[in-house]
């Protein structure tokens, strides 16, 4: 055994030749034997080794290693920028579908706020005029409802358009993504299939790239709901207000009614 260890380190890393299947074989059973050599202190289930040898040992497996190996560490590193590239576009994506959606929301409300303080001030002048100002009060609340109507069908019809909108960008982006991966992946299989003649070793590296093909599709479908229901909440907020903010007007049309 130390036989062997000494024969190991001897021999030069330069000597031996990357991605050499032989040698990378040779090289692992060297590390089989260097540990299972190993000094065991009894009692205690450890062992001793020397660290610079077990550390040659392994720049040695790393540099026999195939290149369809250290090509497999490229494909997960460049799909790995792929997916975050689209969580950023997508983030971006999101936040400007938000602000949109607030801007709306803001300018339905300042516009309802000055339609209802118009109203307002119209009905308190016809009152004060004309013995029917309830019925003219009653008219001009009616209008201020249809105002009302009309604004948050406006704000309902932009935030239909974000929505729409944010949705194809969302879909084209998993395609693009989809399509990305995909080809990395062929890359990955025909660059394998040429530089690999191991077997177990090729079936791993189409086990690996199917299996980070449909993590990918997976989180781009996780990513899509949620901006559809990030959208939908938006919007559903964006009624609720409406809807309070014609429940306010008709409430001070009541008011109005009663004082008369």
Known sequence: MEGKMNNAQRDPLSLRRDGDMRELMNALKEL???????????GTGRCMLDKKTVSDQIDLIARLL????????AVVKEEQ???????????????????DA???VDEATHEAEKTRAESKRKAEEVAKVNANAANSASAMKAQAESDAAAIRQKGQNAANAIYAQAQQEAN??????RQEAQIIVSDAENSARAAVSDENVYRMAVMQANELREQTEKDMAAMRQHYISALYNMMVEVDEYLVNLVSTVRTERQNLINKQ
């Open 32 to 42: 089989q034997e260097i540990v299972a050599g190993a000094q065991m202190f009894w």
């Open 66 to 73: 195939p290149d369809s190996v250290k090509q497999a560490a």
């Open 81 to 99: 920028s792929i997916r975050e590239n689209a969580n950023r576009e997508a983030s971006e994506l999101t936040a400007k579908a938000r602000e």
């Open 102 to 104: 607030q801007r709306i």
């Open 172 to 177: 084209n982006l998993v395609a693009r993504a």
